[in-house]
């Protein structure tokens, strides 16, 4: 209960940031929005506690976690940096030639 509660938190508040009218805001906000999303795909494989994800002889399969899961998420981080650092990179381009990271001064821009 308390990791769909602080799911439902973080989503909120990545949306919250994403509907500021800050380009770094939504950076952020999209960077919580995916932590989220992590969260939840982690949760969905199956949290047990003190056992390893591998099967041996020795364990039973209904009491480990699907270790599937767990790449993937670790794949989807190192993704979300990635993509984090490239709208970082982008945002701050932005604020070089428009002078303002705040997206109803975008609107006016004509090129």
Do not use: E, P, R, T
């Given at each position: 209960?308390?990791?769909?509660?602080?799911?439902?938190?973080?989503?909120?508040?990545?949306?919250?940031?994403?509907?500021?009218?800050?380009?770094?805001?939504?950076?952020?906000?999209?960077?919580?929005i995916s932590q989220a999303a992590n969260l939840v795909i982690f949760v969905v494989g199956g949290l047990t506690i003190g056992e390893v994800p591998i099967i041996t002889s020795k364990t039973q399969t209904e009491s480990v976690a699907d270790p599937l899961v767990q790449a993937l998420v670790l794949t989807a981080i190192v993704i979300g940096f990635g993509l984090s650092a490239f709208l970082l990179t982008l945002a701050y381009k932005i604020h070089r030639e428009v002078g303002s990271d705040d997206l109803n001064d975008m609107r006016n821009l004509r090129g």
């Open positions: 209960m308390l990791i769909c509660i602080s799911v439902g938190i973080l989503f909120s508040v990545g949306l919250y940031l994403l509907l500021q009218g800050s380009v770094i805001k939504a950076v952020l906000g999209l960077a919580v």
